[in-house]
């Protein structure tokens, strides 16, 4: 790809609080290369009247080098690609669309590597035995898909809607060829989660919109890792609890970062600096 300049983009519904641009940008800068990540936001009328196809169109058509796809398009995007990773494939989600030189389009999935990139710098050496997810939505069907193809032998499910626990365990059991996932009753998940190595939170709860935690934190002990995919605020109840009680915790800044990390890497070939990227993220 020419490095003298970077066009990136972001499509999705109502991302004006997203940090991914900013991440980009730097890191391009910092290499030398002038680099624009435009967001194309559907719930404006200039994006929102085009199809998701045609919002593609337009960024191979005008030399987009690359685009990350979120909610609600992670699924819609994969019949419009010319390529999808295996793993991406697997999980039947997109976030990172490369576009090469001739406009042909490659999808991966960089929530499932940076999750784990991030677990992996964050708590090296977590036993990964037994994990228990709560929240099986859009965010937890990433994290869950990474957990168990990195290491976790057995994963627990919970969601406030049971059917959603239910469906994540078939799907992923289905596409790794073992049951790796089960689904359990949110109802009572304290009780998997004594009986486990690490809980993660993929549910909203510790947002300011929705404070508090997903589950009473009492269950935890000091042999315990918690981690949480919430960044908005990165101390969260439950990772603040689940220091005083002595766990080892791990909060959400960590896969946002490293899925910007890892998309970067294959929009342009270039290594980026994780903590070049992070401090963007931070001051964004
Ligand atoms: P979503 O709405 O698709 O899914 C959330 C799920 O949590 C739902 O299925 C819901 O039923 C369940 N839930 C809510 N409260 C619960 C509770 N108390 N117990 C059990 N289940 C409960 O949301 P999503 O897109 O998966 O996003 C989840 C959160 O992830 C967001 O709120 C955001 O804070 C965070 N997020 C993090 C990153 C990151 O990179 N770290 C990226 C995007 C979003």
Redesign the pocket.
């Known amino acids: 790809m020419n490095r003298t300049s970077i066009l990136l983009g972001l499509i999705g519904e109502d991302i004006s609080l997203s940090r991914t641009p900013a991440m980009h940008e730097a890191e391009g800068l910092a290499q030398g290369a002038a680099t624009v990540y435009r967001r194309i936001d559907t719930l404006t009328t200039r994006a929102g009247n085009r199809s998701l196809k045609e919002l593609l169109d337009a960024a191979r058509a005008t030399g987009f080098n690359g685009l990350n796809i979120t909610?609600p398009y992670k699924q819609e995007i994969l019949p419009l690609l010319d390529e999808v990773s295996e793993q991406a494939s697997q999980l039947g989600a997109v976030n990172t669309v490369v576009i090469d030189e001739e406009g042909k389009t490659t999808g991966h999935n960089t929530?499932v590597t940076?999750f784990a990139r991030g677990l992996e710098e964050g708590l090296p050496d977590a036993t990964m035995t037994t994990v228990v997810q709560?929240?099986?939505?859009?965010?937890?069907n990433a994290v869950a898909y990474s957990l168990v193809t990195h290491g976790v032998e057995q994963l627990k499910v919970?969601?406030?809607?049971p059917t959603?626990a239910e469906a994540l365990a078939r799907d992923i059991n289905t596409a790794i060829g073992r049951d790796a996932v089960i689904g359990v009753d949110?109802r009572g998940v304290e009780e998997h989660i004594a009986a486990a190595d690490g809980v993660v939170n993929?549910?909203?709860?510790g947002?300011l919109a929705h404070p508090g935690t997903?589950?009473d934190t009492s269950c935890l002990t000091p042999q315990h890792w918690v981690g949480d995919?919430?960044?908005?605020p990165i101390e969260t109840e439950l990772l603040v609890t689940a220091r005083e009680l002595g766990c080892r915790t791990l909060d959400?800044?960590r896969?946002?970062i490293h899925?910007a990390v890892d998309a970067f890497r294959l929009f342009t070939g270039l290594e980026p600096d994780v903590e070049r990227m992070r401090e963007a993220f931070l001051s964004s």
Request: without cysteine.
């Open positions: 909610h929530d940076g709560v929240g099986a939505g859009g965010v937890g919970a969601d406030l809607d959603r949110a993929a549910t909203p709860m947002m997903a589950f995919v919430v960044y908005m959400g800044t896969m946002a899925q």
